[in-house]
């Protein structure tokens, strides 16, 4: 089937299976920023955004994406450098897995809500794991993301 979307700004058109998933779809277009490690939706390392929306995209079917605005952690720290920068100043990774899909939910929780407080930060979090870091240095660095002008 032919998919037709907006991904981190540009056209892109191409045929996949009607099995495909975005990941896989993402990743080979060359986006291997986007991770994929429990492959259940469990762990959030897959997240992108389609519209202002996070999703897990190792169960989101490619088809699904016709006509959508796809961002994944490319092209989000491009537009957004001051994601980087935060969690760079406080440590917000480790091996790195987790980050990508941390640093697109990061970015969706701005644009939903942009005063979020701590605990807010913690629940909209909720479904990124870290198997290294402990939270509290993704906390800070989320939290200073929000913070930034
Ligand atoms: S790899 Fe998609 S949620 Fe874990
Ligand atoms: S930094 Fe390694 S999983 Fe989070």
């Not at 089937?1 to 779809?25: E, P, T």
């Not at 989000?76 to 440590?91: C, I, S, Y």
């Not at 939903?112 to 930060?121: I, K, L, Y």
Request: glycine residues 12%; charged residues 20%; aromatic residues 6%.
């Amino acid at each position: 089937m032919k998919v037709s979307f907006r991904l981190n700004g540009g056209q892109v058109d191409v045929d996949v299976r009607s099995d495909a998933l975005l990941v896989d779809l993402l990743r080979g277009l060359g986006l291997t920023g986007t991770k994929e490690t429990c492959g259940v939706g469990s762990c959030g390392v897959c997240t992108v955004l389609v519209g202002s929306d996070p999703v897990s995209s190792c169960l989101y079917l490619a088809g699904c994406a016709d006509s959508a605005d796809v961002w994944t952690v490319e092209g989000l720290t491009d537009l957004e450098p001051a994601l980087v920068d935060a969690f760079v100043q406080h440590e917000g990774m480790q091996c790195g897995m987790c980050t990508p899909g941390a640093e697109v939910a990061a970015y969706a929780l701005r644009g939903q809500m942009p005063s979020a407080e701590t605990d807010e930060v913690r629940t909209f979090m909720s479904g990124n794991l870290c198997r290294c870091t402990g939270y509290a240095s993704i906390l800070a660095a989320v939290k200073a993301y929000l913070d930034a002008p």
